[in-house]
């Protein structure tokens, strides 16, 4: 509520929050024990009443809500400034790896994987709705930009050693190939489970260039959005209306 409040005396017009915003629980069994229905979720009922409150459009980054008695969904919520849910996204790509040293994860073994990309046309823009591991998939990223996005969230909670070696650099591909903005919300600092999350929540714009970053910590980071520039890099270069259809040959 706090942020929210300070949010709307910076006269911001979108608040985006990462990814597993209430909770982040990998424990087994923990986070079923704890989670809802999304037409019984405390959560999405207090963020539609904040949205509507300060007037501000809220991307809640994700939260997990209950599809089955046994079964979640990675979900990601957007609400107008009304409080109104307009919105809202199932995770498609689930985080199942090893990297090594004991630093295992399934997320499938819980979720169940979304199957719709989405695009909501909002106020004066349009957002295209991704969650975390979606980032290591760029066709996504340009069929939501072929779709209209101009913006691209990317909440997240991307581990300590993916982070360092591509999370930078994933998000600069993404908007350089989209010619979006890409916003991307990150859980930072260490979590009841054990799970350590690499943080550095950025602002990236069209020409994939940094404009905002947040190094350490928690809090509120801003940034001002020029969405003329999105027309302006794709003019630059028309890579989105370059692409072609092809086949793949191989030879032995």
Not at 74 to 85: A, M, Y
Not at 129 to 137: A, G, K, N
Not at 166 to 183: D, K, M, N, P, Y
């Amino acid at each position: 509520q706090a942020a929210m409040a300070q949010a709307a005396d910076e006269k911001c017009d979108l608040v985006l929050t990462p990814e597993m915003t209430p909770l982040l629980d990998r424990r087994p069994g923990a986070l079923l024990a704890q989670s809802s229905f999304a037409e019984d979720d405390p959560t999405l009922a207090q963020v539609s009443e904040l949205a509507r409150r300060f007037g501000i459009e809220v991307l809640l980054g994700s939260l997990a809500v209950k599809v089955d008695a046994h079964r979640l969904a990675n979900r990601s919520v957007l609400f107008n400034r009304h409080g109104t849910l307009v919105a809202q996204y199932d995770k498609i790509h689930l985080f199942d790896v090893d990297l090594g040293q004991g630093e295992r994860y399934q997320e499938s073994a819980r979720f169940s994987a979304g199957d719709t990309a989405v695009v909501a046309r909002c106020a004066g823009y349009t957002l295209g709705m991704t969650v975390c591991y979606d980032l290591r998939f760029a066709q996504l990223y340009r069929d939501l930009a072929w779709a209209g996005a101009d913006i691209l969230a990317v909440p997240s909670a991307f581990t300590v050693p993916t982070g360092q070696a591509h999370w930078h650099t994933l998000l600069r591909a993404r908007a350089i190939e989209t010619g979006c903005f890409v916003l991307a919300p990150a859980q930072h600092g260490q979590h009841d489970d054990g799970r350590i999350t690499y943080g550095h929540s950025l602002v990236v714009n069209p020409w994939g260039e940094v404009i905002a970053e947040k190094r350490e910590g928690t809090g509120l980071l801003m940034a001002d959005l020029d969405l003329q520039q999105v027309q302006a890099a794709r003019a630059k270069l028309p890579s989105l209306q370059h692409s072609r259809p092809y086949r793949v040959q191989t030879v032995a």
